[in-house]
């Protein structure tokens, strides 16, 4: 069973940067799609980036130039550099990991395992 553990949230004012952390446990993360999600309070958990086990990328069109999702393989860490954030921002963040895909998923249901998840709060 993988563990995924996640940190680095916190609050910030407008304009801010912020880098999230995710460190797993027993699998080789590179190898497989890893994802950033999100969840505010009363929304549905939406996907911010992901990256595939090439490198490949995928951010939603809100943080597009802003984040940065990346791998550090001799920590077996998954980052989000998050930078110039604003209040629509504001939520729960988590990670996530699937072993039977490569690709950059974007969405929560090909995810099967999770983080507890860090939260984020930007003010204006």
């Known amino acids: 069973q993988v563990q995924l553990v996640e940190s680095g949230g916190g609050s910030v004012q407008a304009g801010g940067s912020l880098r999230l952390s995710c460190v797993a446990s027993?699998?080789?993360?590179?190898?497989?799609?890893m994802g950033w999600f999100r969840q505010a309070p009363g929304k549905e958990r939406e996907g911010v980036a992901a990256?595939?086990?090439?490198?490949?990328?995928s951010y939603t069109d809100s943080v597009k130039g802003r984040f940065t999702i990346s791998i550090d393989n001799a920590k077996n860490t998954l980052y989000l550099q998050m930078n110039s954030l604003k209040p629509e921002d504001t939520a729960m963040y988590y990670c996530?990991?699937?072993?039977?895909?490569?690709?950059?998923?974007?969405?929560?249901?090909?995810?099967?395992?999770w983080g507890q998840g860090t939260q984020v709060t930007v003010s204006s």
């Open positions: 027993r699998y080789r993360i590179s190898r497989y799609s």
């Open positions: 990256i595939a086990s090439d490198g490949t990328t």
């Open positions: 996530a990991f699937d072993p039977w895909r490569s690709y950059a998923a974007m969405a929560p249901n090909e995810y099967n395992y």
